[in-house]
């Protein structure tokens, strides 16, 4: 009589399960940057004759839209978020922040994403090293490296080149993938501007 009693509880529990179901699946995020906002505007042009911001360079890591995160614990280690994603793929969306921001500074008469007629004098190459989001106990965090580089189609030079970085984070313990995606705005928007004031020493 015990075993029969066991194993219709043993059925009884199987069934319950059955009946709660698969855990539900996390549905997938997209996260876009804000709107480029510069500070301040230039008086004037600093670059005449029109401005190509070129695809930004990546690694094949940050390629794919997922969100690249690392723990603090483990630095090395880098891995793609499953339902965190980018509403672009990072080379795409930091061109576009680019051309938003230089446009609104005033950098030059015309800032372009593409030149199929191979009519502007400057390109600005960039390259992003890292884009990493960093978990830990303490909050949010981010590391963004980059490396610019201009060039004069006229005078064949290399003007600016630049390579930024910035780690930053929050220490309110709110580790939100939002704050996170503003933390990335933010490193954005201080590179941005430095590379634009070493520029703007550097001209005459």
């Given at each position: ?8 509880s ?10 709660a ?29 029109g ?42 969306l ?20 593409e030149d ?13 090293e ?20 201009l ?14 970085s ?14 996170t ?12 501007a ?7 020493d550097?001209?005459?």
């Amino acid at each position: 009589m015990r075993s029969i009693v066991t194993v219709f509880s043993l059925v009884m529990a199987l069934l319950a399960g059955g009946c709660a179901g698969p855990a539900a699946v996390p549905e997938d995020s997209y996260y876009r940057l804000a709107r480029a906002e510069p500070a301040s505007r230039l008086n004037r042009p600093l670059l005449t004759g029109g401005l190509v911001v070129a695809v930004v360079e990546t690694p094949a890591l940050y390629q794919d839209r997922a969100i690249v995160y690392r723990t603090a614990e483990q630095p090395l280690q880098l891995r793609r978020h499953h339902y965190h994603y980018w509403s672009e793929s990072p080379p795409r969306l930091l061109q576009a922040y680019l051309v938003d921001y230089l446009t609104a500074t005033g950098l030059a008469d015309r800032v372009l994403e593409e030149d199929y007629a191979g009519a502007a004098r400057y390109r600005l190459h960039t390259r992003l090293e890292r884009f990493d989001q960093i978990r830990g106990a303490q909050g949010a965090g981010v590391e963004v490296a980059l490396a610019f580089e201009l060039h004069d189609r006229d005078t064949g030079e290399r003007l600016a080149v630049s390579e930024l970085s910035r780690t930053l984070s929050v220490d309110t313990g709110d580790a939100s993938m939002h704050t996170t995606v503003e933390l990335f705005h933010s490193a954005l928007e201080q590179m941005s501007a430095e590379w634009l004031q070493r520029l703007a020493d550097a001209r005459p």
